[in-house]
């Protein structure tokens, strides 16, 4: 075993993304396809604490609401699947580091799955981070990215901060620097899609005009909501609104009222709508929720 200093404990907070800019370019030979994509952090989070185990390795995933667990429901699954997303990334960093004691890992959820916000990628990405905190290795944000590539698509864009530019298959990350200050509502109508199945539906003739990337970054870079707005694209709108009828009635529900400021997060089903400010945005959440859209979110940038 590599002899190691260690931390007492890690608490991360591991944010979920909105896609403010996705293009699919076409697909690859891999089976994969290529995009580019501008994805953005923000308040809406899971929080993961890592520690050294005792014995053995211990992972405990409780579903929390408004920010504490949800004590009606008391859901507490405690497992160790080496299908789980979060147990891959421990099994990966030892395998490249040669760490092997055992972790106790507490993940308390917020972000939903199968809705487009990279809940999932976000705390295997944090994994990789709490235990290069954990053991203080010190290993840098580059070398914890190629590691992530090998656990899916879109988890190395979380272990960077702001506003990044991915491209291939998401896995290679530019990081922009800076992000843009905005106030968001975050819309899961409760009807999850499955990434591949939406872009298996997904068509190249659907797409439409939309901005090229370069005038995309060009427009998420001013202090405008009208610049902003005509930065927003997702190409696999079309084929996650075909696939998920609630969610097309909820974007004509919003447009009728106005709100064209919105889209497709990823592959969906989460939507969101941009908002003049906080309080505007805790006024649209609170109003959809109670109209019964499903779980409703103001969120805004985290840098």
């Not at 200093?5 to 293009?23: D, G, Q, S």
């Not at 040669?98 to 976000?122: D, F, N, T, W, Y």
């Not at 995309?216 to 610049?227: H, L, P, T």
Request: with cysteine; hydrophobic share 45%.
């Amino acid at each position: 075993m590599k002899r190691v200093k260690l931390l007492e404990k890690v608490v991360v907070h591991t944010p979920a993304k909105l896609n403010l800019y996705l293009r699919v370019l076409g697909k690859r030979s891999d089976g994969f396809h290529e995009i580019e994509t501008l994805i953005c952090p923000v308040s809406l989070f899971d929080t993961l604490v890592v520690q050294s185990g005792r014995t053995e390795d211990r992972l405990s995933v409780a579903w929390a609401a408004g920010g504490t667990i949800e004590e009606k429901d008391k859901l507490v699954i405690s497992t160790w699947n080496p299908n789980n997303l979060i147990v891959r990334a421990v099994e990966l960093f030892r395998a490249q580091t040669g760490v092997s004691r055992p972790v106790e890992i507490r993940l308390i959820k917020r972000v939903p799955a199968r809705a487009g916000l990279g809940g999932g990628s976000s705390d295997a990405a944090a994994v990789l981070r709490a235990l290069n905190q954990l053991y203080e290795l010190r290993l840098p944000t580059a070398q914890l990215a190629d590691w992530a590539a090998k656990l899916g698509s879109d988890v190395p864009g979380f272990l960077y901060t702001g506003l990044c530019l991915c491209r291939g298959r998401g896995e290679l990350v530019q990081p922009l620097g800076w992000t843009p200050r905005l106030d968001a509502v975050v819309v899961f109508p409760h009807c999850g899609l499955a990434t591949a199945e939406v872009y298996r539906h997904w068509q190249e003739s659907e797409q439409g005009e939309g901005p090229e990337v370069r005038e995309a970054v060009r427009a998420w870079g001013r202090a405008s909501a009208a610049a902003w707005v005509r930065g927003l694209f997702n190409s696999l709108e079309p084929a996650a609104l075909r696939l998920c009828p609630r969610l097309q009635r909820l974007k004509s529900h919003l447009e009728s009222r106005g709100l064209r400021a919105g889209q497709l997060s990823g592959s969906g089903s989460a939507y969101f709508v941009l908002c003049a400010n906080r309080l505007q945005a805790r006024r649209l959440a609170r109003r959809l929720a109670a109209e019964g859209w499903g779980s409703c979110w103001a969120v805004s940038t985290t840098v």
